[in-house]
């Protein structure tokens, strides 16, 4: 499953960002979709992520910041940033789990992703 991100860049604290991530070629019925963060020497975690249904988790550090939405039609995933600190800087990620996994258990990375994008990087001045 190729995942594809885009949107990312550099603007100051306070600002704006919109990711997306364009998946082609599954069509499995049941499918959880998130994004990921690395930030220079640090371990990757878990953003947001959202499933099949609908149901999304955020990582606390994102909650009422962040907003993942995606676009079924047209397989596209979406992560909305305002309010972006130089915290928030790193390597996003987007990535895709076919297994059954639920939104929570995704988020933890409890059993990995099955698919991830390349990345993209974020950068926030302060």
């Known amino acids: 499953v190729p995942l594809v991100e885009s949107g990312g860049g550099s603007v100051q604290s306070g600002g704006s960002l919109r990711l997306s991530c364009a998946a082609s070629?599954?069509?499995?019925?049941?499918?959880?979709m998130g994004w990921f963060r690395q930030a220079q020497g640090k371990e990757r975690e878990g953003v947001a992520t959202?499933?099949?249904?609908?149901?999304?988790r955020y990582a606390d550090s994102v909650k009422g910041r962040f907003t993942i939405s995606q676009d079924n039609s047209k397989k596209t995933l979406f992560l909305e940033m305002s309010n972006l600190q130089p915290e928030d800087t790193a390597m996003y990620y987007c990535?895709?789990?076919?297994?059954?996994?639920?939104?929570?258990?995704?988020?933890?990375?409890?059993?990995?992703?099955?698919?991830w994008g390349k990345g993209i990087q974020v950068t926030i001045s302060s």
């Open positions: 990535a895709a789990d076919t297994r059954g996994l639920t939104a929570s258990q995704t988020l933890r990375l409890d059993f990995g992703m099955n698919y």
């Open positions: 070629g599954y069509t499995y019925s049941s499918y959880c």
């Open positions: 959202i499933d099949n249904d609908g149901t999304s």
